[in-house]
């Protein structure tokens, strides 16, 4: 069967990689896009072809135009975004970061109501999924343990989708963990954000990409895990495997890792 999905974010620098991954796929269909500012003048720019139905607003959409709901839009848009998807049918395959822990079980909750599956993952890239696995096994060892992000300037949301995924996968198994009490700083957040305890640092700048370093220290020695994503298409592969299994699904799922 030909999959049609409708890509929300299509214009933003994923949404076009996902574009151009989906136009590849000789099962999958890119039958509409979600692109607010994006006009009809600029559909050969955005690789849209003359079937792809293009809408500017999510009010407008004809919820038969797509089986699945593709998106990588704005921590502000999400999470209605989503639920938009699931009240019309739609299987989300969700890239998009920011959505908190309570709009996820929320949206959990709603899919299981409408046997309909979908995907959450905060990265789909398979270097960033096995950096918080890794991380997860190596905090059972090590409970003292900081987190620094490094994403390109123009990222919306801090700390990353994936940084506090790791923070939460090792928060689940470390061991109970004092950090020092008396510590005096002189400069305003110099210490990065708190999760349970976990620091995290989120660094923008130009030329970097999607990068993170889980940094655990022991007596005398520490383990450094890294990532890189060098370039967008590193999340494509995990793209592709989403789209081809949400439809066997019945329930959204969190994480690339529980598909694969
Ligand atoms: N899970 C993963 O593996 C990855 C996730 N991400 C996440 O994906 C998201 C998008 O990232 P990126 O492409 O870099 O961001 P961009 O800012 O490049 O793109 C976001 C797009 O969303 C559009 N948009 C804004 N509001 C809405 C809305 N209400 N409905 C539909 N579209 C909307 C914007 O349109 P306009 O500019 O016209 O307003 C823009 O084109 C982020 O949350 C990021 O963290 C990124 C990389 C990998
Ligand atoms: O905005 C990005 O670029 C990325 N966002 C995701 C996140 O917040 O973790 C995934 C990846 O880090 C790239």
Do not use: C
Request: glycine share 8%; charged share 25%; no cysteine.
């Amino acid at each position: 069967m030909m999959k049609k999905v409708l890509i929300a974010g299509a214009a933003g620098a994923m949404g076009q990689k996902a574009v151009a991954l989906v136009n590849s796929l000789t099962d999958v269909e890119l039958t509409a896009v979600l692109a607010p500012h994006a006009t009809a003048d600029q559909r050969a720019q955005l690789q849209l072809g003359p079937q792809v139905k293009l809408y500017q607003d999510r009010a407008q959409i004809d919820p038969k135009v797509a089986d699945i709901w593709l998106d990588f839009t704005v921590p502000a848009a999400v999470y209605e975004n989503v639920r938009f998807a699931l009240d019309h049918g739609m299987a989300p395959v969700v890239g998009t970061t920011g959505l908190t822990d309570e709009q996820e079980a929320q949206l959990v909750a709603e899919s299981k109501e409408k046997h309909l599956g979908g995907v959450i993952a905060p990265n789909f890239g398979m270097s960033a999924v096995l950096l918080m696995k890794f991380a997860r096994e190596a905090a059972k060892y090590f409970p003292d343990v900081e987190i620094i992000e490094m994403h390109h300037a123009d990222k919306k949301d801090a700390p990353s989708g994936t940084a506090l995924s790791t923070a939460k996968l090792i928060d689940q198994v470390r061991p109970k963990h004092e950090s020092s009490p008396d510590e005096v700083t002189t400069l305003d957040h110099v210490r990065g954000g708190d999760y349970h305890g976990i620091k995290v640092h989120s660094v923008r700048l130009p030329g970097y990409v999607a990068h993170e370093q889980v940094l655990f220290g022991g007596t005398g020695e520490a383990l450094t895990l890294r990532q890189d994503s060098f370039d967008r298409q590193s999340f494509m592969s995990g793209v592709k495997v989403a789209l081809e299994k949400v439809l066997d699904l019945d329930e959204l799922v969190i994480g690339l890792e529980n598909i694969l």
